[in-house]
């Protein structure tokens, strides 16, 4: 298993999930690989070689935050590996924890966003017409929009999932999301007991503010993925506490989707929940469903008591304070 820190908070919070998923009594083999801005800017590389290497051989990685240096024409590094490890699938599960509170305290949320990875706008492909004017290319294909359609709805269908909605602008892109929606809908057609529908992304927004508890299963493409997934996380507190995972046919890799924070790097008090519940998602994906439950559990357990909980949560705990209550909890 690779296990890729990151930097600013990224090995805090990655110490404790270690200790977190230790805890469960799965026995992991890490294998410890680091990847910083610092080391991103030695290698002159958005993902170095060693992090490639060992993802390859692995197939499994657990990867704190890392800080993407500014200039320098680096990419971000959680969009290189996607495209360089073909991590097609990026799926955020959104669920309101026990206890936590926010502006949807009395509403139910557990909803998934399923996003294409590889694609659309993130083609990184621009160009300066000349000066002052630049073109980037949307790119969008019928296999990528395929593969993305199908994985979703086989995920909906094995987790029990009702409806998914599909999201686009179509009525302006009608050629680039009008080619992602044919496929949805021919891939829907192969799954009759799950409701399909369509939302212009826009509105989608807007549903998601208004009633988040309409929502069950979300697919998008890429721009629009990483947007509403954000705003669907601040439904429920925010990014810190969101897990995150990116999906290959070949390799996996589990993420916290929020930022280095260097500002409270080295304090102690970094909040370790998106790493711990990205953690869960790795379990069930290594076939461990009793421990990833058990670890979803626990990290609830703790919302729900309303102690140990760190200050970006309303709470006052440590680092250690909050993980010490988890693996109390996991006991």
């Given amino acids: 298993?690779?296990?890729?820190?990151?930097d600013g908070i990224g090995p805090e919070v990655a110490e404790a999930t270690v200790r977190a998923v230790e805890a469960t009594g799965v026995a992991i083999r890490w294998e410890r690989v680091e990847l910083t801005g610092r080391i991103i800017e030695q290698c002159g590389e958005d993902v170095p070689p060693a992090v490639l290497e060992s993802l390859s051989r692995t197939?499994?990685?657990?990867?704190?935050?890392?800080t993407t240096p500014v200039a320098g024409g680096f990419q971000s590094v959680n969009v290189a590996l996607r495209k360089k490890l073909d991590l097609f699938a990026n799926v955020r599960p959104v669920r309101r924890l026990p206890g936590l509170r926010t502006r949807f305290a009395d509403t139910r949320i557990d909803l998934v966003i399923f996003r294409e990875n590889t694609e659309d706008l993130y083609a990184g492909l621009e160009h300066e017409v000349v000066k002052d004017v630049v073109t980037s290319l949307k790119v969008i294909t019928r296999?990528?929009?395929?593969?993305?359609?199908?994985?979703t709805f086989e995920q909906a269908r094995r987790s029990g999932r009702k409806k998914v909605t599909a999201v686009h602008k179509a009525n302006i892109m009608k050629l680039g999301d009008g080619l992602f929606l044919?496929?949805?809908?021919?891939?829907?057609?192969?799954?009759?007991?799950?409701?399909?529908?369509?939302?212009?992304?826009?509105?989608?927004?807007?549903?998601?503010?208004?009633?988040?508890?309409?929502?069950?299963v979300l697919l998008m493409p890429n721009l629009y993925g990483d947007i509403v997934s954000d705003l669907a996380a601040g439904l429920v507190g925010g990014l810190?506490?969101?897990?995150?995972?990116?999906?290959?046919?070949?390799c996996a890799v589990f993420e916290a989707v929020h930022g280095s924070a260097p500002d409270i790097a080295g304090?102690?008090?970094?909040?370790?929940?998106?790493?711990m519940l990205s953690a869960a998602l790795m379990l069930s994906h290594l076939g461990?469903?009793?421990?990833?439950?058990?670890?979803?559990?626990?990290?609830?357990?703790?919302?729900?008591?309303?102690?140990?909980?760190?200050?970006?949560?309303?709470?006052?705990?440590?680092?250690?304070?909050?993980?010490?209550?988890?693996?109390?909890?996991?006991?």
């Fill in 1 to 6: 298993m690779t296990l890729l820190p990151g």
């Fill in 59 to 66: 197939r499994v990685g657990l990867k704190g935050p890392v």
């Fill in 143 to 151: 296999a990528a929009s395929e593969r993305i359609a199908r994985y």
């Fill in 182 to 216: 044919r496929c949805c809908r021919e891939v829907a057609a192969h799954y009759p007991e799950i409701q399909y529908n369509e939302l212009i992304v826009d509105n989608a927004a807007m549903q998601l503010v208004l009633r988040p508890e309409s929502f069950d």
């Fill in 240 to 250: 810190g506490v969101v897990p995150g995972a990116n999906m290959g046919d070949d």
């Fill in 267 to 275: 304090k102690g008090i970094a909040n370790p929940t998106a790493l």
């Fill in 288 to 331: 461990e469903a009793q421990a990833a439950a058990r670890l979803q559990g626990a990290v609830e357990r703790v919302y729900a008591t309303g102690r140990c909980l760190t200050p970006d949560v309303g709470g006052t705990a440590t680092t250690t304070e909050f993980t010490d209550a988890v693996v109390d909890a996991l006991s």
